[in-house]
């Protein structure tokens, strides 16, 4: 079964930084993480894409945090980051990691969407 563990939420005045980590981990199973990404979702508003990388480190970030956050990767570690600098109240939310995993089934790759359970971030004004 494939997890992914999110980590490093919190609370911050505006201005200030918090870093985000997701692991990923499928227990007994051998596996490949394709593109990993952070998505965020504030009350009353739609999932968003913040920030994706491939596992080639192809990148691509929502204009509203271009140059504020960086993501990156450590795919040894299974793992994604997200640095997130010059926090503002706007980015209060809660940010969910997303993955494309392919799972290993004894003849080939299952490859499917998953998603971790959210970490909330407030940045205070």
């Known amino acids: 079964q494939v997890q992914l563990v999110e980590s490093g939420g919190g609370y911050v005045q505006a201005g200030g930084s918090l870093r985000l980590s997701c692991a990923a981990s499928?227990?007994?199973?051998?596996?490949?993480?394709?593109?990993m990404g952070w998505y965020r979702q504030a009350p009353g508003k739609q999932r968003e894409l913040v920030a994706t990388m491939t596992r080639g480190r192809t990148i691509k970030y929502a204009d509203s945090v271009k140059g504020r956050f960086t993501i990156s990767r450590d795919n040894a570690k299974n793992t994604a980051y997200l640095q997130m600098n010059s926090l503002k109240p706007e980015d209060t939310a809660v940010y969910y990691c997303n993955a494309g995993v392919a799972v290993y089934r004894g003849f080939a790759y299952d490859t499917n969407d998953y998603w971790g359970q959210g970490t909330q971030v407030t940045v205070s004004s």
């Open positions: 499928a227990s007994g199973s051998i596996f490949s993480i394709n593109d």
